[in-house]
């Protein structure tokens, strides 16, 4: 009885970068790689499209010396960015940190402190706000990359990243 509970465990069993988030884009990218996955004021992303971006985040990321248990903060608006950012950090372990826009600089700084973020991705337009909560901070992320602006790090990033790496294992 035993034995075959254990065959019936291997047919259901489930590759391992399937229950990692940063797998769940390469999955549908191959199922349904020109369906509609996000739609923003600035583009509309099939899941291909979408998981590519995602991957090269990644990779930017890992060439940033950002891994596994590490922490991105995120302070985008509601925009595609923002779920790249949260599927790049998952396909190579790190941990997305998403802050409140609407926060004060005090505020935000004591989540900074809380958290200690490698990184903070955050809006051209919020640039203000990020450098205030800076200032006082025990220990500011190390980079911070500005999207939305003219030029558009983040674009800019994108474009400069590399191989993409592959999905970390949950």
Do not use: K
Request: with cysteine; net charge neutral.
């Amino acid at each position: 009885l035993w034995r075959s509970w254990g065959l019936l465990q291997s047919f259901w069993a489930v590759p391992a970068i399937w229950e990692n988030v940063g797998g769940w884009l390469d999955r549908w990218a191959r199922i349904a790689p020109e369906r509609l996955a996000v739609a923003d004021a600035e583009r509309r992303l099939s899941y291909a499209a979408l998981a590519a971006r995602a991957a090269s985040f990644a990779g930017w990321l890992r060439r940033a010396g950002i891994g596994r248990g590490d922490r991105v903060a995120l302070l985008l608006a509601n925009r595609s960015a923002y779920l790249e950012a949260i599927f790049a950090c998952a396909r190579i372990g790190a941990i997305a940190v998403p802050l409140n826009a609407r926060l004060a600089p005090p505020e935000v700084r004591e989540i900074l402190d809380d958290c200690t973020p490698l990184a903070l991705l955050h809006e051209e337009g919020l640039r203000a706000l990020v450098e205030a909560a800076c200032l006082g901070a025990a220990a500011p992320p190390a980079m911070q990359l500005a999207g939305g602006g003219r030029p558009d790090a983040y674009e800019q990033a994108l474009a400069s990243a590399g191989t993409p790496p592959e999905v970390e294992p949950a």
